[in-house]
Each structure stands twice: as structure tokens, then as C-alpha cells.
């Protein structure tokens, strides 16, 4: 009995140690944090010199790795960090800088690109140059995510403008800028892109989790302002809501993050699309994924899981206690290891769950997110604890500890100046990659800020069905078809030998040199084949030669075509 009553106190005292040192750590970071992101926002920023003005730069690093450029997601995350401040009344300096970014914005969607211009598919392009102008270097592109992620922050700005009396302003400059986002999403949500990291090609839970988000609050914004494109956003958006349950791997118990890519499907993307649609008002629903969801924290403790015994720096660690997180645990990229802003995400998930159980006054235990609660107590069941039960009590503080955690990992990793680069060694703790990622800074910040108790508005995700079997935006509802493409490749082959087509797309068997497409020889030495690819879309390809086994690849880099709108098209290549 004395020695449980002893262990009991000592327990008690180390969780109140870590909680003191989180508030510490609140207390010394956040103005570094805060400092962190300014100084990477153009045109007077202390570290983005060159940047325009509203243009977040990724990093202040220029080599090794090189940052320096503008990426739509990023920026858009970042922004809608600091827009939420702003809106809540938590920092009332913001003004400026947000109305730099909407300038800066409107101006980059005009921005010809290699994904497209505006109007044939410019907006999936991922990043910019800081000046604004087009990178037009190879990269993983389209990133469909970056229109749906830019429109969030720029609707919670125009729904507080118009609540604030400001209603011309949104309908002359922003709902212009928001509108072209979403006619983005409502023609390209059903086609595969390149995920939040930038290396696989198919559908990607984050992806289509804010693309869901930004057409609903989206049609709400149109009702508001008396365009009927509204209607056309809540068709897609129930289309997409319809699929977005597809990613749920009911053996796993988790949220497959992209439906490509070979991997575990264990990845930061599902905690990151969590706390991005978190909306208080929803509760726990598990269609919308919210973070007290059964199906996030499963997906969460599934994700964290993944990291404990591949990470030095997690050796030891009790099975139950935080550990650090990277991206996913097949990351090989600077030799794979956590990340700041991943680490911070699963805090953020946990503490925007607290904020949920504290406002209904219950927790509910299902068959689907036990295991997350034994992790707690191994003798919970499932059921529904009311606040006045020591269930209730037990498992909030013991999710609390949990949260903390994570941050106390964070706080370990973060050198004595404060300054977030984007990643830490997984063997040592020490920062690793770019310096200054200023989405490691924003990350950091919404983290706090749940921990706080910090509640971003509504955005409509409560009460929503999801429909009964699953549509695509192709057929009605302003979605796009599909045209005819040709493909002639000039190669001299010997007997035995065969030319196929591998390429970014579903229709291109995503790169897949197995699965290539099989062109004939009717003109031979021009080989062909023609296909129905998705209207108004960017690709890059390759042709592969396959002899006795042996496959061999076109030299770099991916060639890459725009289907036009409507028609056909013939492309003439020649082996290189
Ligand atoms: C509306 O907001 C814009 C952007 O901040 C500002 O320039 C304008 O002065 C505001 N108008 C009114 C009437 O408050
Ligand atoms: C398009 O939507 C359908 C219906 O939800 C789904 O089966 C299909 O996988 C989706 N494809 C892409 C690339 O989004
Ligand atoms: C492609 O080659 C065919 C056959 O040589 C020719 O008729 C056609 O004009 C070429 N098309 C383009 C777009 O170069």
C-alpha cells in the first residue's frame, strides 16, 4: 500500500515536472516561433530578402538543401495560422501581412507555370520562384492540395471581413481569388496527384480531406454572397466525402495515406489532415476524421507506433509514452528522421481531442479506438464516460500527459537559440535539413495554441451523410472529360524488343515500368499507341524499352504534355 501510495506520488510529480517544463517551453519558444515566421514572410522579413511582398519563403537555406522558393501549401498553412490569430483577436498586428498575402496570391494563380496556366490546370503547380515567377525545373507535379489549402485561409478571412462589415472587399478582391481555387478542386479532385511530400503519384488522404473542407465552407461562402456556384461545391463535396472514406484500412485500423507509392500507408499525412479540418462543432465524428474521431486516434497510435523502434533516439521509451515522429517510416530523404512539425502535429491532434471531451463532458471508447485507450489503462471497455466518472478523468489527464510529451520531445530537440530547422537526427537529436523551416514554426505555434485551448472557426463539418454509393466529378456538375491523345515514338528496336509508356497519371499506370503500356508497331519505326487521358491535365512521361527482361528507361528528364480541354492531340517523340 505505502509503496503504490509512493510510486503514485512519484508518478504524479513526474507528470507535473513535464507539464511545467511544456510551459516553459510555450513560454520560450513562442515568441521564436512567431519571430520565425515573420522573418520568412516578404518583402521585410529579416531572413526572405528577395521575397515579394505576402511571399513566404519554405527556408532561408539556399543549398543543401536549396528552399528558397515559395510553396502554395506552405504558405497557405502558415497563412491560415496567422489569419486564425488575427480573426480570434489574438493578435490584432496581422493586417497587413494578411492583405500583402492575399496580393501576393492573386497575383501567383496568374502565373503560367509547367502545371498550366489558370485556366488549363496553372493552380495544381506547387512551387514558385520568390519573385512570383514560374519554377520551371522538374519536380513532383501536379500538388493538388495547395488550391484547396490556399481557399481555407482565404474564406476564414472573407467570413470574418463579412461579419466585420467588410462584405465589397471579399466580393471585389477575395471571392475572385477563392473562386478560382475551387473551380480547381471541383474539376481535379478526382485525379491523382503528387501528395503533401512531393513523392508519390495517386490520391492522398491529406489531399482529399482539404479539398472535402474547402468546398463546403466554400459553398457557404457563395450562398453567402448569392453565387450559384454553390450548388456545384456541395455536389463535389459530397462526391469527395464519399471517397475520402475509401482510405480506411479496416484491418489496420487506420487511414491509408496515399493510394499509390508501395508503402505502409502509415504516414504524419492523416494527423496533419486532422488538425487541418478540425472543427469543434462536429465532435467526434469519424466521417469528417476529426481528431477525437475513433478512426483518427486509431490511425494516430497506429502512425506513432510506426516510429518507436526505428528512431535511436526512441529506444527506451516506454510502449505507451511520446516518442519523436518523421513523415512516415519508410523516409529515407537526409536519411529519414522526425520532424519538428510532425512531432507537433500528433500533440495538436490530442489537445484539439481534449478540447472536444471537455466541451461535450464525455469520452467515447469504441471498438475501433480501444486500443488507443489501453494504452491509458488496459482494463477500459468500450462505452461512453460522462465527465463524473473516474474513466473520464483518468483518460483525459492521461491523453494530456501523452500530448505533452510529444512537445517535451520537441522541446529536447530544439537547440538553445529556439530556431526549427525542418528536421532532427534520428540518431542523436540534432537538427538536421533546412534551417528556419517556417512550417516548422507555424506548426509549433497551432500546436500551443490547441494546448491553449485555441478553437479555429467552424467550417460546417457537423451533420454531414455521406452518400450512399460513390460519384465522380466527371458527367455533369461542371467536372472534366476525357480526350483523345496519340503518342508516336521514333525508335529503332531489335527483334524481341518493345516500347512502352510509363507516366505521373492513373491512365499512365503511375509510373510503373511492370504495368507500362504497350505500344504497336503499324508504322514501325514510329511506335504508337492512342489513349483517353483527363482533359486539361498535366503529365510527365517516359518511354521504357523492355528486351529479355531487361528495362531501360528514357534519359531525363520526364517529358511532360498538357491535354488540351476538348479534342485530341498527337504528341511526336523520338527515343533519347
Ligand atoms: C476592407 O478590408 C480591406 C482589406 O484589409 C481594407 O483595405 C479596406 O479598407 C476595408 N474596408 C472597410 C470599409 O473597412
Ligand atoms: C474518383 O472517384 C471514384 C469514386 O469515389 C473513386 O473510386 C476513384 O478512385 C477516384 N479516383 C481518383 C483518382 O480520385
Ligand atoms: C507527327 O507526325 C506525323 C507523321 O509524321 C505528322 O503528320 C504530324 O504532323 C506530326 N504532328 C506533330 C504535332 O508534330
Redesign the pocket.
Known sequence: MRALFLYCLSLSASVWAQSSAVDAYVASESPIAKAGVLANIGPSGSKSSGAKAGVVIASPSSTNPNYLFTWTRDSSLVFKALIDQYTLGLDTTLRSEIDNFVSAETAQQQVSNPSGSVSSGGLGEPKFNIDLSAFTGAWGRPQRDGPALRSTALITYANWLIANGNASYVSSTLWPVIKLDLGYVVSFWNQTGFDLWEEVSSSSFFTTAVQHRSLREGAALATALGDTAAAQYTTQAANILCFLQSYWNPNGLYMTANTGGGRSGKDANTALASIHTFDAAAGCDAVTFQPCSDKALSSLKVYVDAFRSIYTINSGVASNAAVATGRYPEDSYMGGNPWYLTTAAVAEQLYDAIIVWKRTGNIEITSISLAFFQQFSSSVTTGVYASSTTTYSDLLAAVQTFADGFLVINAKYTPSGGGLAEQYSRSNGAPLSAADLTWSYAATLTAFGARAGVVPASWGASGLTVPSSCSTNSGGGGGVGTVSITF?EFATTVFGENIYLTGSIDALQNWSPDTALLLNTDNYPTWSITLNLPASTTFQYKFIRKFNGAVTWESDPNRQFTTPASGSS???DSWR
Open positions: 508516336n498527337v504528341i511526336n
